[in-house]
């Protein structure tokens, strides 16, 4: 059974910093993709970023390119995503979710709980 587990949310200032980590178990293959969505108040779901672990491959919505990285641990199975410069519109529950590519328009196959974030101004 493939679970995931995020955390790392948390209530920060405008300018802050978190770190949010999506620790993944029960794949039986190295070719997937692990996806991460933002969900504000009364707003869709929205795909931020994506990393594809077997060949690093990254994507990064126009809204968090150059203050989010992502990467990945296999040893620790893994993925971390690093918020930089918040702003208050960053603000929403986060969810790692595991896909086959990081086409994050698409249809994921498993979802974790999701962790909360929020930036005040």
């Known amino acids: 059974e493939v679970q995931l587990q995020a955390s790392g949310g948390g209530l920060v200032q405008a300018g802050g910093s978190l770190r949010l980590s999506c620790t993944a178990s029960?794949?039986?293959?190295?070719?997937?993709?692990i996806r991460w969505y933002r969900q504000a108040p009364g707003k869709e779901r929205k795909g931020v970023s994506c990393i594809i672990p077997s060949n690093g491959f990254t994507y990064y919505a126009h809204s968090v390119l150059g203050r989010f990285a992502i990467s990945s641990d296999s040893a620790k199975n893994t993925v971390y995503l690093q918020l930089t410069s918040l702003k208050p519109e960053d603000t929403g529950r986060y969810y790692c979710?595991?896909?086959?590519?990081?086409?994050?328009?698409?249809?994921?196959?498993?979802w974790g709980q999701g962790t909360q974030v929020t930036v005040s101004s």
């Open positions: 979710a595991v896909a086959s590519d990081c086409a994050v328009e698409g249809p994921s196959d498993y």
């Open positions: 029960g794949f039986t293959s190295d070719d997937y993709a």
